[in-house]
């Protein structure tokens, strides 16, 4: 491997050795502390960049590089071309980007040139005395399995983020594991699983609303700004059910074998399979975190409350 870290000579041929040792272990505390940020979700960035080895290896590299050409350690250059270009060249995001560069500025630093200086503010994570790749490794392997978030950073609630996004994970992997197996004949099928559910919704969905009867009962006015609510709603709902029907009735038609089983409508079986709301349907729908069964219900409430608008009376 190129990998400057497998080079034996690594740190005893730079001429600044204790330096050297020292900022190699904030930087590779720093890398790892980047890439699992990513585990938080959007309380970790904003974007989920694909930080990776080869940006830790040119900045080691640069890093033996510049301790050795200069006489003391140029804090300044290390942050620029680390943060701004070895790893900033791939944050896109603004905050992103000015997260990254306050991270940076705990890890490369002139304290951290100091054994004992703390990473963290619990000091699990401090810059050790070992001047050794072994030491180094002892080190290492006594850290703590799974890291705080106040590594990161990050208030220690963002555990639980982190904690949801992993069983939300877990779960659906399981689900699309569980939907891709079945039996080849009888109803319990795939096919069978997927027509009997496009049915069943089917038969619950409703007409779409009339729009030009609510537009003469409830006119545009400005003292009913509830008026303008309603139509804007109507649309919206109207919007959403003929996708639903259309994208049904068409998935009923390709298991039947009358239409092509195109992509979209396989996504969309297989949706329906293991419970989950088509990503058809999102780009139509109101944001909503429910399972399939929970979301008919709540779509099915929703449109007999807007219903009972137009043709009863308005809610008081």
């Known amino acids: 491997s190129n990998a400057p ?41 904003n974007i989920p960049y694909g930080f990776n080895e080869s940006d830790l290896h040119i900045s080691l590299q640069q890093l033996r590089l510049f301790l050795d050409e200069n006489d003391h350690v140029p804090f300044k250059a290390l942050k620029y071309c680390i943060g701004e270009n070895n790893y900033g060249g791939r944050v896109t995001d603004a905050k992103d980007r000015r997260t990254l560069n306050c991270l940076l500025d705990r890890f490369f630093r002139s304290q951290v040139l100091n054994a004992g200086t703390s990473l963290s503010e619990s000091g699990i994570y401090s810059i050790p005395s070992a001047t050794g790749r072994e030491d180094f490794m002892h080190i290492i392997e006594d850290l703590p399995l799974v890291a705080n978030p106040e590594l990161f950073g990050l208030h220690e609630n963002a555990s639980i983020t982190k904690s949801a996004k992993e069983t939300q994970d877990l ?59 309603l139509l804007q709603e109507l649309t919206k709902f109207n919007a959403l059910t003929t996708l639903i029907r259309k994208s049904l009735c068409d998935l009923v038609d390709a298991v039947d074998g009358r239409v092509v089983m ?34 008919i219900n709540d779509l099915l409430a929703r449109l007999s409350f807007f219903r009972q608008w137009t043709q009863e009376k308005r809610p008081s």
Request: hydrophobic share 35%; glycine share 6%.
């Open 171 to 229: 779960f659906s992997a399981i689900l699309l594991t569980q939907g891709g197996a079945s039996s080849s004949s009888g109803i319990n099928s795939i096919d069978n699983i997927m027509k009997t559910t496009a049915q069943d919704i089917l038969s619950k969905i409703p007409d779409e609303f009339d729009l030009e009867a609510a537009r003469i009962k409830y006119p545009v006015k400005r003292n009913e700004s509830m008026n303008t609510v």
């Open 5 to 45: 870290l497998t080079d034996a000579n690594y740190f005893d041929n730079c001429t600044k050795k204790d330096a050297l040792c020292k900022l190699t272990y904030s930087l590779c505390i720093f890398h790892a502390m980047l890439q699992e940020r990513r585990l938080y979700g959007p309380l970790g960035w």
């Open 262 to 295: 195109s992509e979209p409508l396989e996504k969309l079986g297989q949706a329906l399979v293991i419970g989950m709301i088509p990503i058809m349907w999102k780009s139509k729908s109101y944001p909503s975190f429910k399972p399939l069964s929970g979301y």
